[in-house]
């Protein structure tokens, strides 16, 4: 295997980051911005994970494809990932553009790489790597490459062993043992259809899973195509890879599952990118970012260091450049320029910050108008919230989803899956009970 590695590690492998969908799901964080750009552990967003892991992976021309709420996205990458002139590295946009040939927009991931497939034909690769814009994980690539290179693959499916409860929110693959897929059913749910999917007792042993229960190959939306198939297996008018292609590829070509075991999330709802924010604050959170042998990268900011005056806090993350006065904060992370003034009190919850420092002109000038600063202000309690970034939250405000339905649209705020939202840039005015 290690003379496969080697060459994994040599083979020409492009990257291509999906990041055009609406993300409908993690509404109102994707208000006025895609899903890859939601901001992530407080400095990060979602598309640095992809986009990290690639380069950690040392592999580093990348594909970025884009089509809603994009300009955000954009910026971020323009200020993120700059390789040297000296090196052949990129990680670029693709937007969706109307052409002769074409004037609509991506109607899924097949799509997109289909109408992409002029500008990454250009290129001099063997493998081409298609991966999400919206997921919390750690893999070396050059594995799930060296995998597709010994099992002499046309295309290889990255998954992940989930139990019965979850295997009908997934793409489920069934395989014989040497990893050749055989089936696959997009989000299974009758007992017969799951039970036929289920692993055997004998790769269940293999995986070192845990026996007894029912283990079961879920899609990560990672695939690995060579050059030719891809090409061969678009030349279609089917729109999605999980849904159209994968499962007529099975009976066509060599089809195999590569399985993966660390820690993986798909951050595509409320609930999932709270959970998944607020386990960072944990003492040993299950997607580390003090992992240095591979770390997360993101876009230089030149801030000061946080200050922290009087303030009481409890396994809380605390980013750059916030001012935080005689506050108490417990189970919370606290995104970049944070402003908080004293006697709040803050738990279980994910403050965004802000983009910019407010000057003092624009403080008098909101004060005239009777608009709070940026930041929250004194004595305000947060409870099981989602701030986003440049809200104002005025004095003696209560910020809660306690007592409202699990879904409801209010003034400024939202309730999603039992979690209070404050969209970006909102103002909530003094005294206001959320």
């Known amino acids: 295997m ?3 590695l080697t060459r994994a590690g040599k083979a020409r492998v492009l990257a291509v980051v999906m990041g055009g969908g609406q993300g409908t799901r993690l509404f109102p964080l994707t208000l006025e911005r895609s899903k890859p750009a939601v901001p992530l552990a407080g400095k990060y ?25 994009s300009a955000s996205l954009h910026r971020h990458i323009s200020h993120s990932y700059k390789f040297d002139h000296f090196s052949r590295g990129f990680v670029e946009i693709l937007a969706a553009e109307q052409t002769p040939t074409s004037d609509s927009w991506y109607q899924g991931t097949a799509d997109a790489v289909r109408k992409n497939l002029n500008h990454l034909l250009t290129n001099n690769f063997e493998y081409l790597l298609i991966l999400s814009g919206d997921q919390l994980y750690r893999m070396d690539f050059r594995e799930i490459i060296a995998a597709h290179i010994e099992k002499e693959a046309e295309l290889t499916v990255a998954t992940i062993p989930v139990d019965r409860e979850r295997a009908t929110g ?12 055989q089936k696959f059913v997009e989000k299974p749910d009758t007992p017969e259809l799951l039970d036929s999917l289920r692993l055997a007792e004998g790769q269940v042993a293999e995986q070192g899973l845990e026996a007894g229960g029912d283990h079961y190959l879920a899609s990560m939306g990672i695939y690995v195509f060579n050059r030719a198939t891809l090409v061969e297996l678009l030349d279609n008018e089917m729109t999605d890879f999980g849904k159209h292609i994968i499962p007529r590829a099975i009976d066509s070509h060599r089809v195999y599952s590569h ?23 944990n003492t040993v959170p299950r997607f580390d970012f003090f992992q240095m042998e591979t770390p997360i990268y993101t876009r230089p900011r030149f801030m000061p ?18 001012i935080i006065d005689r506050s108490r904060i417990s189970q919370s992370l606290i995104g970049v320029r944070c402003l908080m003034a004293p006697g709040c009190r803050v738990h279980r919850s994910v403050l965004m910050g802000a983009d910019f420092y407010e000057t003092e002109a624009s403080k008098r000038e909101s004060a005239a108008k009777g608009i709070p600063t940026m930041g929250v202000g004194e004595n305000t309690r947060i409870e099981s919230a989602i701030i986003d970034k440049n809200a104002r939250i005025g004095a003696n405000c209560v910020i809660s989803p306690e007592g409202k339905p699990e879904h409801f649209d209010g003034e400024n705020y939202f309730i999603r899956e039992g979690i209070a939202i404050v969209p970006k840039g909102a103002v909530i005015p003094d005294g206001t009970m959320v």
């Open 45 to 69: 967003r979602l598309v640095d994970i992809p986009i990290s892991n690639c380069i950690n992976s040392r592999l580093n021309q990348v594909y970025l494809l884009t089509q809603f709420n």
């Open 259 to 281: 399985v993966y075991q660390g820690y993986w999330e798909d951050i595509g709802t409320i609930r999932s990118f709270f959970e998944a924010n607020l386990d960072m604050v």
């Open 2 to 4: 290690s003379d496969v």
């Open 170 to 181: 997934f793409g489920i693959m069934h395989n014989d043992e040497d990893g050749r897929i």
């Open 305 to 322: 260091a946080s200050k922290i005056n009087g303030a009481a806090i409890d396994q809380a993350v605390i980013s750059d450049g916030c």
